[in-house]
């Protein structure tokens, strides 16, 4: 016997009839807001590509008496990059927009540039720290939006990236100060 027929009344759903066949709306901010977002999370996504490739290249090709410390530190290093930058472009879809998504349109974008391999392990640390630089100006400036439109959630998650960013910085610049 359903539940109907036993006299009991149960809400097909909590929506009133108009919100119920209403397509789903985006949530709360104007279409100009969420392309203000959705294009500083872009170019923070494209330049974290470009420095993740370069980690995984610098992970494979390190060498000297640092192989063994950096071989392993760049390793966690892309591996923490992959976990942001996947959560970037994920920030990007949760608003509806197109995320950057061809190697060609990281490129152009990014203001972080590709190097060769052929670094000797203190260029690599230097490209690391200069990577940093960029990446924390652009979070800086995805934080700064983010604020201007009360998107706390991205604020949020991008703030934490800084602190870690950040942290990474010293612990390099440490590493050089031999
Ligand atoms: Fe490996």
């Not at 999370?41 to 000297?64: C, D, E, I, P, T």
């Not at 608003?95 to 690599?124: C, R, W």
């Amino acid at each position: 016997m359903s539940k109907k027929e036993q006299g009991v009344n149960v809400a097909a759903t909590q929506l009133d009839n108009k919100m119920a066949k209403a397509k789903p709306v985006k949530m709360g901010w104007s279409t100009q807001q969420i392309k203000e977002i959705t294009k500083s999370l872009n170019a923070l996504l494209a330049n974290y590509s470009v420095h993740y490739q370069k980690l995984r290249s610098f992970h494979w090709n390190v060498k000297g008496s640092d192989f063994f410390d950096l071989h392993e530190k760049f390793e966690l290093q892309y591996t923490e990059a992959l976990l942001h930058i996947d959560a970037i472009a994920e920030r990007i879809r949760i608003f509806g927009e197109a995320h950057l998504s061809s190697l060609k349109q990281y490129l152009d974008v990014s203001e972080i540039k590709e190097t060769t391999p052929e670094l000797n392990s203190d260029l690599m640390v230097r490209e690391m720290l200069s990577d940093y630089t960029i990446l924390i100006k652009y979070m800086e400036d995805t934080v700064a939006v983010c604020s201007k439109h009360a998107d706390s959630g991205t604020e949020s998650m991008v703030k934490g990236y800084i602190n870690k960013i950040e942290t990474h910085h010293w612990m390099f610049s440490a590493f050089m100060a031999r």
